[in-house]
């Protein structure tokens, strides 16, 4: 993807940024609450177990690990990645990692596996459905499929988490484990 393809987008500073993940985080518990409120299903609540944190910490790093494979590998997604992370990383600071990590990891996986997957359903389908859902929240424009591909992957394997063991606290952490720890790494190589 060379510059002429990708359009121009104009930076947005941290506060714009932190300001950004708040309201998406707000819009998306909304969908969820209203989703919950018209619909006839109910939320799969997260159990704290040391069990369940362990796993999903985890799986998180085990999805780092995949995604660092994924970026070496694929020539398409580490140039769709570099454009997402960059425009979402640069302007951050490294505390400011923590709420990358827990506020799209909660908001998204509370509407994603907790509340649209048992809605749709907890077999086939509904992990394919609720993940290409997923996906498509990931992708800022046609040339970032790539990166939805990728997020549909990962919502797959965390809605399989999820069904599996009826638990939500494994997909948040898992996912909030990730993008803290790809967020720091991303920031730590930038850095070097």
């Known amino acids: 993807m060379s510059n002429s393809q990708t359009p121009e987008i104009e930076p947005l500073s941290r506060t714009q940024i932190l300001i950004a993940m708040a309201v998406t985080s707000i819009v998306l518990f909304g969908v969820a609450k209203l989703w919950l409120y018209l619909g006839d299903s109910q939320l799969r609540p997260p159990t704290m177990t040391v069990e369940a944190l362990g796993i999903g910490i985890a799986i998180g790093f085990g999805l780092t690990g995949l995604s660092s494979i994924v970026y070496a590998a694929w020539a398409t997604y580490r140039e769709s990645a570099d454009l997402y992370l960059?425009?979402?990383?640069?302007?951050?600071?490294?505390?400011?990692l923590v709420w990358l990590g827990i506020l799209p990891g909660l908001s998204e996986e509370l509407l994603f596996r907790g509340v649209m997957l048992p809605s749709l359903g907890l077999?086939?389908?509904?992990?394919?459905?609720?993940?290409?859902?997923?996906?498509?929240?990931?992708?800022?424009?046609?040339?970032?499929?790539?990166y939805a591909v990728w997020a549909t992957l990962v919502g797959m394997l965390l809605a399989f988490t999820m069904v599996e063991t009826g638990n939500l606290l494994i997909?948040?952490?898992?996912?909030?484990?990730?993008?803290?720890v790809s967020g720091l790494a991303w920031k730590l190589k930038v850095r070097s």
């Not at 992708?139 to 790539?146: G, Y």
């Not at 997909?171 to 803290?180: D, G, K, Y």
């Open 123 to 146: 077999d086939p389908i509904g992990i394919v459905l609720s993940s290409i859902c997923f996906g498509v929240l990931h992708m800022t424009n046609l040339q970032q499929w790539p």
């Open 86 to 96: 960059a425009m979402v990383l640069d302007p951050l600071a490294m505390p400011d």
């Open 171 to 180: 997909p948040i952490v898992a996912h909030v484990t990730t993008n803290f």
